[in-house]
């Protein structure tokens, strides 16, 4: 860390300009603080390391399950227990008690559900115990094997599904998001116990530089972060490395749908630290709604962008269409677990089962269904098809179509 951070912003504009100008220091510092670093007493505050590790671990399992050579023990392993992993560090992390499964569906903010981390166990065995044996094999209605166009070749189950590609937009949601917006941004992870007074109080964790509550905020951070080369860096263009968040916070910041929102969300988490540094609780809470409607928001666009393409794909590339609807269906899965900012998600389990169930034969799927999700998530995350957006457009492009 450069010697350049090692005095607030802050205090060095107090230096400056005088004691007068406090009270509009505190916006001055939000604004201009565009690095996720703190310190107290000349140390940095900012830790995270179980969350890459933990990201690191779903990255691992990813390959997993696109390998004929794994089996379901050990892909099982590696989730629930947090081992097997062909990074050593990452097994030492499990040892201590991290693994992916267990911060899977299980934020503060909800009730813990079971139900999905078990379907996520249940696509792990159905790659391993039908997808991996019918390998080269032709896939049909009912049969799992492999589907081939000119642009991708794919293992599918029974029913079609992509596997690694529906667990994984489904830990998206209900891994990594639903540990930030459901879990620790959330006022009930922020507070609980003493965590505000220590935090109001400068206590400090046992043995640790930084106060219960910060390290929470941290924590969020590294979900979508961890994964940064330097996570003091601007981040707000994520580098998007990892297989989770912050690959797909990229990707739509950068698409049509809710353009420039990682210049946000980075804001927003640099904001609500500086906050928690305060003590300012509003602000800090703030700060979180930016950030679970703006991540939220990842979810939803990417569900209708992977839709669409199935339903553009699917005459001549039948095979990346079906790769496409199973990002989709994965990014459905996810829905659950997304927050409005008042701690409501945009679609609830039941409304998604009711989805799923539509969409749970890829080979019988109607196009018709298709598009009533897209339709319906376009609405209910208020995003703008680019019909419409067309239509406003100056009629100077008309062509005569
Ligand atoms: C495993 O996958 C490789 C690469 O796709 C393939 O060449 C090989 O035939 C597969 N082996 C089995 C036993 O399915």
Aim: glycine letters at 8%.
């Amino acid at each position: 860390m450069g010697t350049k951070r090692r005095f607030s912003a802050t205090a060095v504009a107090a230096a400056i300009l005088g004691a007068s100008l406090i009270p509009n220091l505190a916006f001055l510092a939000y604004a201009e603080k565009a690095s996720y670093s703190f310190e107290r007493d000349g140390a940095s505050t900012v830790s995270f390391g179980g969350q890459t590790a933990r990201l690191k671990m779903a990255d691992e399992l990813y390959d997993g399950m696109n390998s004929n050579e794994s089996t379901a023990d050990a892909l099982l392993q590696q989730f629930q227990e947090g081992t097997g992993f062909a990074d050593p560090s990452l097994d030492e992390a499990g040892k201590d008690g991290k693994n992916v499964a267990g911060k899977t569906a299980s934020g503060c903010l909800n009730e813990e559900n079971a139900a999905a981390k078990e379907k996520l166990a249940d696509m792990i065995k159905d790659f391993a115990n039908n997808v991996i044996p019918a390998w080269n094999t032709a896939a049909a209605d009912g049969s799992p094997g492999v589907l081939s166009d000119n642009k991708r070749t794919i293992n599918v189950n029974s029913k079609g599904w992509e596997v690694d590609q529906t667990f994984q937009k489904s830990l998206i949601g209900a891994f990594a998001l639903d540990q930030i917006v459901n879990n620790y941004i959330d006022a009930c992870k922020l507070d609980s116990g003493t965590k505000q007074d220590d935090n109001t109080n400068g206590v400090t964790a046992e043995g640790k530089p930084y106060t219960s509550m910060e390290h929470a905020w941290d924590e969020a951070f590294g979900y979508l972060y961890g994964q940064e080369e330097d996570a003091t860096a601007d981040l707000s263009t994520p580098s998007g490395s990892g297989t989770l968040l912050n690959k797909y916070l990229k990707k739509v910041s950068a698409g049509d749908v809710a353009p420039g929102i990682s210049d946000d969300v980075f804001k927003a988490f640099v904001a609500g630290r500086q906050a928690i540094v305060d003590g300012d609780y509003a602000a800090r809470d703030a700060q979180a709604k930016i950030i679970k409607v703006d991540l939220s928001k990842v979810i939803g666009a990417m569900v209708v962008n992977y839709l669409e393409a199935y339903l553009e794909e699917k005459a001549d590339t039948p095979a990346d269409a079906i790769h496409s609807l199973s990002e989709g269906y994965g990014f459905v899965f996810s829905l659950p677990f997304t927050n409005d900012g008042d701690g409501k998600p945009y679609f609830t389990q039941e409304e998604v089962d009711g989805i799923l169930e539509k969409m749970d034969n890829f080979w019988t799927i109607k196009e018709e269904d298709v598009q009533a999700v897209i339709d319906q998530v376009n609405e209910r995350f208020g995003f703008s098809a680019p019909a419409a957006e067309e239509e406003e457009a100056p009629a100077s492009s008309d062509d005569g179509r």
